[in-house]
């Protein structure tokens, strides 16, 4: 698992909803266009794949950013807000 942050920005509001209830399904949202996303592999794939089905690549910008445990420790937040999500440490199957 890792934790994928997305952020995007997208003109018009049907879209944009839409990108936003997609995201609530997959992470918590931080911010207004950014959501934290702890997932694996093929939940990534999907959820790309989901995106992409949803956006004007002429319109709109999607970023995604994966940070790995080494990044995780130097992210800063300052303000109100929630904590960073953090991914589990260890997973049983």
């Known amino acids: 698992m890792l934790l994928y942050v997305i ?3 997208i003109p018009c509001d049907k ?3 839409k990108v936003a ?3 609530e399904g997959y992470g918590t949202r931080v911010q207004y266009s950014v959501f934290e996303c702890v997932l694996r592999k093929e939940q990534y ?3 790309c794949s989901r995106l992409k089905k949803r956006i004007e ?3 709109d910008s999607i970023r ?3 940070l790995t445990r080494h990044t ?3 992210v ?3 303000g109100v807000g929630t904590p960073v999500t953090s991914p589990p440490g260890s997973i049983i199957v």
Do not use: A, N
């Open 64 to 66: 995604i950013y994966p």
């Open 15 to 17: 879209r944009r909803k």
């Open 76 to 78: 800063e937040t300052w």
């Open 72 to 74: 995780l420790d130097k």
């Open 45 to 47: 794939h999907q959820l």
């Open 21 to 23: 209830d997609l995201l």
């Open 7 to 9: 952020v995007y920005d």
């Open 57 to 59: 690549l002429q319109e």
